[in-house]
């Protein structure tokens, strides 16, 4: 038998592709509703945990942000549709932009910290977010949350069902997917994986570090503001619990699971932990614990990404590794 | 009315400060953050609980009881899980999370509900000035002085103290000089664990105990010790006093809705002006 | 690649094959939407307690119509999103044929979307901001009362009854506790008395010596609290501690016996508008006897408070319905809106007004001895 050439395993991959794409079309005519709804939900998530691993896989940088500027989406699409009347899709951009640059004005200054102090200044980046979220009634409407968000229409046709919606969430997830390869495959991306590997090289190499750090979070801030837009026009009702250090935490985790720089592994764990709370009931009262579990062990046990033990990661560079005790705070 | 705030404040602060503790302990030696550690003061409160319940164990011994099981428990959960995590930044952060959450839901299972925590340090209402509080106050401020001082002998007079510094500083070169790296880390975490527990006693008696109290303090806990310098042990203290006082203070004279604000509002600052926090020991290298 | 898109098909065979619906049940089903975990707890296992109850006797009395009721609770953990997916869960996959249950404002306005647009029926027992029920929500329907009457009440009972002349105001600062304080504040104006202070706090405070030393400033001779378990307690026991004199007085929120067990000598004197008291009438009292035999003695108290909504709505108000209306939801939907009765605990009459709020007198409690005691109003 012939080995294997460079383009049967690209063949491979596409039809493996077309494949899961075929299955996943027609889920929704097979499948119980209640399925077809925890499955909207992965592939809203899909958006932040995209956003996400760009920023943490191939820039290096690990954000805990990522659930209040998801919320941030959600709550501009919110307003302007509720409060001044705006059609749903209108509401696309403008909550990409103000999560973009909501990320930008409070994450530019802390890009220059490394490591473990970026990943404290995300913290409070959340928190900060997500206290105005709760507070700031008059415009946020406060504790009481924003209620009868109009669904997405496209003419006369309301994306309003789980069924419908399922569609729409697989074409947002599909592209983000799609555009972010081609971003990674971009200079961008060679950058990005640059910087990550070793910031000094990089920089002695002509790579503008600080400008792909930037175009890195503003990116992650971007697909985190498409989510929020999503789940805002599926939901119908946000409120600030839903945008919590919970969440973010829960992106994250999602993008590590998978395993580091691998985009098909990310999305294969929010799949798997999104629907967790879901197919954990069985355990009943024993759910939560369950899902712990599923995270410490799975850390322990597959450090590499979950999806390391179906396919071989094809020479994924090693996870960002603890820094020396000598290393500097900023860099 | 100022007396009266300051008094809690302080007293809050000093909790964090100890929780603190714990975050800083492990970073000086790992430079990895434990998720875990709100809820190990959560999971020390319900063991004291149980201690002073089930066993009527007064004030000292229950202190005693409760340090020495974390400890050991720190060990164990070093030996079993730990040392399979903290090879690896993201790995380590994601796993404690994972920890976090078993811990908080296990305990959740046995107390669903906020329950009253006896009153080992007594009942009595000191007044000091123009300021009413518990004897309980009076224990947390002086616990987490002795704490401070047991420490600094513990890392400078011991063999066991110099050996985790020395990890601390050059994991690598102390191995050379024979210090048994592992056992030394695992010290680290049995540390942690004991002080985030003692904590969790002192704090009992003040407050109702409930599965998910160690959410918030943790997350205070931890910017206290970003403020005051995550690498240093009287920075952390510092850190954790002083967010406490301002925090009582903003919700006394600003907004009460708005305090938590505080906290994260002066975490970013710092990491902004001064990353290594107050009295960190480590210069930034713009390079 | 190829891999996960096998294993991806093999979840999708082994998930659908394993959640496959049976086709139209004999028994009606009776979905609940409670909190089992997270803050509400205590007021969740009180509606589920409740829940059992009633379809437990209602189904050893040969059911409705023949039919046994089958109840299905679901777990919201205290948070509206999880809330969404749970109504979702009812509607969908259990096909449910109505609601009964919800806890937490914020969650029963983010679950009755779900509701509202698959058309089935929902009775709210524990969440009472008013935007719950208007005219426009055709499928939902509130017994108990909101936070604007509950407030008004309260603010009443405070001024006139107990003449408190300084009262200070503690609140949540989630939508409840936000709620509340406004009503009161309304009510307050119209009694022409003015708080003497406004304190907030989140949720998840501990401590309220910040707001508390404030208040106390204020020299206050009644302190209302806005707030649910545990922040109530702490705040009596705390305000107490602080040399805080003023009567308690509040809304149901504090109507939790747990109340009781966290701060047993702070809340002696507390007035509250409540949602069931066993001394209102006999039947009551019979009914209270009945639970805490069956509920009572074990590693939880009992918390008959909520559970009674739960169980009267349940017997007086779904089981009738569901034996004249059977499972048509718009039928359903008719009965209860047109519904009237007498139910044990309400001295009188209720019904429900146009907007599915039903109308009813408040129940006033006073903390003596250790247990909520009736108050009567002079």
């Not at chain 3, 009472?128 to 009457?149: C, L, M």
């Amino acid at each position: 038998m012939r080995p294997r050439s460079k383009s049967d395993t690209a063949r491979g991959r596409r039809w493996g592709f077309l494949g899961l794409l075929g299955v996943l079309l027609g889920a929704p005519g097979v499948l119980p509703t209640y399925i077809v709804h925890i499955g909207v939900f992965v592939f809203i998530d899909t958006l932040p945990v995209i956003g996400l691993g760009i920023l943490s896989g191939y820039a290096g940088r690990v954000s805990l942000a990522q659930g209040a500027l998801f919320g941030v989406g959600a709550y501009t699409t919110a307003l302007l549709t509720t409060r001044l009347g705006w059609p749903a899709l209108a509401g696309f951009v403008p909550a990409v932009c103000v999560a973009v640059l909501l990320g930008i004005v409070l994450g530019a200054p802390a890009l220059r910290l490394a490591g473990l102090y970026f990943v404290m200044a995300t913290i409070g980046i959340q928190q900060i977010i997500w206290i105005v979220l709760m507070n700031w009634g008059p415009v946020t409407g406060g504790s009481q949350g924003i209620r009868s968000i109009p669904a997405v229409t496209f003419g006369p046709v309301v994306v309003e069902s789980p069924q419908a919606f399922y569609y729409l969430a697989l074409g947002a997830a599909l592209g983000s997917y799609l555009l972010s390869r081609r971003v990674l495959a971009s200079r961008l991306g060679l950058e990005l994986r640059a910087l990550c590997d070793d910031e000094l090289a990089a920089r002695a190499s002509a790579v503008s570090v600080t400008r792909a750090k930037v175009v890195a979070f503003a990116l992650s801030a971007a697909w985190a503001g498409a989510g929020g837009f999503l789940y805002a026009h599926y939901v119908r009702y946000i409120h600030p619990e839903m945008f919590t250090l919970e969440p973010s935490i829960l992106f994250l985790t999602m993008s590590i699971f998978g395993g580091a720089r691998s985009l098909e592994g990310m999305l294969f764990a929010t799949g798997i932990l999104e629907s967790a709370t879901e197919y954990l009931r069985p355990l009943g009262e024993y759910r939560m614990i369950g899902y712990g579990l599923l995270l410490l062990l799975g850390m322990m046990f597959f450090p590499r990404g979950i999806l390391s033990l179906f396919v071989r990661q094809p020479g994924t560079g090693p996870a960002a590794p603890a820094p020396a005790a000598d290393e500097p705070a900023v860099r | 009315m100022l007396w009266q705030i300051v008094v809690g404040g302080v007293a809050t602060g000093c909790i964090y400060a100890v929780v603190g503790l714990g975050f800083t302990l492990v970073y000086r030696t790992l430079r990895m953050v434990n998720f875990a550690q709100g809820h190990v003061f959560m999971a020390g409160t319900f063991l004291g609980l149980l201690l002073a319940t089930r066993w009527q164990f007064p004030a000292v011994s229950l202190l005693v009881a409760v340090a020495v099981a974390a400890y050991g428990i720190g060990l164990l959960l070093d030996r079993w899980i730990f040392r399979r995590l903290y090879h690896d930044h993201v790995v380590f952060v994601v796993g404690t999370i994972g920890l976090g959450i078993v811990l908080q839901n296990a305990v959740r299972l046995f107390f669903p509900e906020p329950v009253p925590f006896p009153k080992v340090f007594g009942e009595r209402i000191v007044v000091l000035g123009s300021a009413r509080f518990q004897v309980s106050y009076v224990w947390v401020v002086a616990l987490t002085v002795l704490l401070v001082a047991l420490l600094h002998a513990l890392f400078a007079y011991t063999r066991v103290g110099r050996a985790m510094r020395a990890v601390a500083a050059d994991p690598e070169i102390a191995g050379t000089v024979g210090v048994k790296v592992p056992r030394a880390i695992g010290q680290t975490f049995g540390l942690s664990f004991a002080v985030a527990a003692v904590a969790g006693v002192l704090i009992g008696p003040l407050y109702f105990v409930s599965f998910d109290m160690g959410d918030m303090v943790g997350l205070k806990a931890f910017c206290a010790a970003v403020l005051g310098g995550i690498n240093s042990i009287p920075g952390t203290i510092a850190g954790g006093v002083l967010l406490g006082l301002l925090e009582a203070l903003a919700a006394g004279y600003v907004s009460s809705a708005y305090k938590d604000l505080v906290a994260f509002a002066l975490l970013l600052l710092m990491l902004a002006i001064r990353p290594t926090g107050l009295l960190g020991y480590e210069t930034p290298v713009k390079v | 690649m190829k891999h996960v898109a096998i294993v991806a098909a093999l979840v999708l065979v082994l998930v659908s094959g394993g959640v496959s619906e049976s086709g139209a049940a004999a028994p009606i089903k009776l979905g609940v939407v409670a909190p089992l975990s997270g803050p509400g707890t205590s007021y969740g296992l009180g509606i589920k307690q409740g829940a059992e109850m009633a379809v437990d006797e209602i189904n050893k009395a040969g059911g409705v119509g023949g039919r046994q009721i089958q109840l299905v609770v679901v777990d919201d953990a205290s948070n509206p999103g999880q809330s969404v997916t749970a109504m979702q869960r009812l509607v969908n996959q259990d096909a449910v044929d109505l609601v009964i249950g919800g806890w937490g404002s914020s969650q029963v306005l983010a679950n009755m979307e779900v509701s509202e647009r698959a058309g089935v029926p929902n009775i709210v027992v524990g969440a009472t901001n008013p935007k719950i029920t208007t005219a426009k929500n055709k499928w939902t329907f509130r017994v108990i009362q909101t936070d604007s009457v509950q407030a008004k009440e309260i603010a009443k009972i405070g001024v006139q009854v107990l003449g408190l002349k300084r009262i200070a105001v503690i609140n949540d600062s989630n939508d409840y506790g936000v709620g509340n304080k406004d009503a009161f504040l309304e009510a307050m104006d119209e009694l022409k008395q003015k708080p003497v202070e406004i304190q907030a706090y989140n949720s998840s405070d501990k401590d309220f010596t910040a707001q508390l030393t404030r208040i106390k400033a204020a020299n206050p001779d009644g302190l209302a609290i806005f707030g649910t378990i545990p922040g109530a307690p702490a705040i009596m026991n705390q305000a107490r501690d602080l040399g805080i004199t003023a009567r308690f007085i509040g809304t149901g929120g504090l109507a939790n016996e747990n109340l009781i067990t966290l701060a047993p000598k702070a809340s002696a004197g507390t007035v509250l508008t409540t949602l069931f008291h066993e001394d209102v009438d006999a039947d009551g009292r019979a009914w209270a006897d009945r639970y805490t035999k069956l509920f009572g003695g074990g590693s939880q108290p009992a918390r008959p408070v909520l559970a009674a909504w739960e169980y009267r709505t349940i017997r007086f108000i779904a089981q009738p319905c569901l034996q004249k209306a059977g499972t048509d939801k718009g039928k359903l939907r008719e009965c209860i809106a047109t519904w009237k009765g007498k139910v044990f605990g309400v001295p009188t009459e209720v019904h429900f007004d146009e907007t599915g709020q039903l109308v009813q007198e408040s129940v006033l409690v006073e903390v003596k001895d250790g247990v909520f005691a009736a108050y009567k109003r002079k």
